[in-house]
């Protein structure tokens, strides 16, 4: 009894000096200035009523909608553990590029007795070739979840996103690629798709100029107290969860600042952004993690995740959880954020 209760005290101490801290350095780059950098954004976010859904929002909000519903229940989970998802869910992503119109590269490696595949699509640049653009999103899923919001939701919109530049013809190489292998025990690992991805484009002496992460993105919700944040950042962002985040390390700064002043240039939609550093946590967990470690500059697009999402990484991740309608202004909003990055 006395040794549980020391060692309860021993732990939590160790959390509030880890907070504490965590919430010393903050302060500390605050008062250098570093608030400018990380966390002021250009424009405002948009804050009035949502207008109605244009045409094409209503359009992408049915094929992502349907894209979720093969993903998350059709095909369900889909990882190391449960291959034939995997397989399943890779031919699926296949099939639906190759209809649109696209050659699709599959960057294959083994892990023990199995292979699994990244899978890229390319449109070459019209006149800057050798910078490229990359949108990418990752479709395995975790443990025993179905993943509709984590990461069907990525998946989806990357997907839709590259129908949509069919037939287009942008100053800059555009690439989406769909990534294998971003869950654990992959996660944060030689073995995640993301970083085998970015370690070829490196070796290959590739100038990725920006990468977006599409990275559950489909939870929304107007309640106060619905969106929570590491410490100490809720004392400074909104507590409703009703808003699409623009996250990067501090390194990508410039390329969240550009991101998010272009949505809010053309889209009616509440957005945040910060340039944080990579200790804070939330900040690193997902594929544009994968690009930073290789120097490039990478942003998140999420809805943050376990931050706001009740069923982040349970079985009830599950396709009737999310809100097509609000998914569906974010991917035309980041249909217009790419094609400024794109030319
Ligand atoms: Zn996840």
Redesign the pocket.
């Given at each position: 009894m006395a040794k549980k209760s020391w060692f309860k005290l021993k732990r939590f101490n160790r959390f509030a000096l880890m907070r504490l801290g965590i919430l010393f350095a903050l302060l500390v780059m605050v008062g250098m200035g570093g608030w400018g950098v990380m966390m002021k954004m250009p424009g405002q976010s948009y804050t009035g009523k949502l207008p109605p859904l244009t045409p094409t929002e209503i359009d992408l909000r049915e094929a992502l909608k349907q894209d979720v519903k093969v993903l998350a229940e059709e095909i369900g989970r889909r990882n190391y553990l449960y291959y034939q998802g995997l397989t399943a869910a890779a031919n699926f992503l296949e099939s639906q590029m190759v209809q649109a119109g696209y050659r699709v590269q599959r960057q294959s490696y083994p892990i023990e007795q199995q292979t699994y595949d990244n899978l890229e699509v390319e449109i070459p640049g019209r006149d800057r070739a050798d910078e490229i653009v990359v949108i990418g999103g990752h479709y395995d899923s975790?443990h025993l979840s179905p993943?509709a919001n984590?990461?069907g939701s990525g998946a989806a919109a990357t997907l839709e996103l590259a129908k949509r530049f069919v037939g287009k013809h942008p100053s800059r190489t555009l690439r989406f690629v769909q990534f294998v292998n971003?869950?654990p025990p992959f996660f944060w690992t030689d073995q995640m798709g993301s970083l085998v991805y970015a370690k070829r484009c490196k070796q290959r002496q590739e100038n990725i100029v920006a990468m977006l992460s599409l990275e559950?993105m489909g939870y929304y919700s107007d309640e106060v107290g619905s969106q929570k944040y590491p410490i100490p950042l809720g004392l400074i962002y909104p507590l409703q969860g009703n808003f699409i985040s623009f996250i990067g390390n501090v390194a990508s700064g410039n390329l969240v600042r550009q991101t998010i002043a272009s949505f809010r240039q053309h889209t009616q939609f509440p957005s945040e952004g910060a340039a944080l550093p990579n200790a804070l946590p939330g900040v690193g967990w997902s594929d544009h993690w994968a690009f930073w470690q290789q120097g490039y500059a990478a942003v998140m697009v999420t809805d943050t995740?376990p931050f706001r999402y009740p069923h982040?990484?349970t079985e009830a991740d599950t396709p009737d959880k999310l809100d097509y309608d609000r998914l569906a202004r974010v991917v035309y909003g980041l249909e217009r954020v790419i094609a400024d990055l794109a030319d």
């Open positions: 975790v993943a984590d990461n971003e869950e559950t995740a982040y990484h």
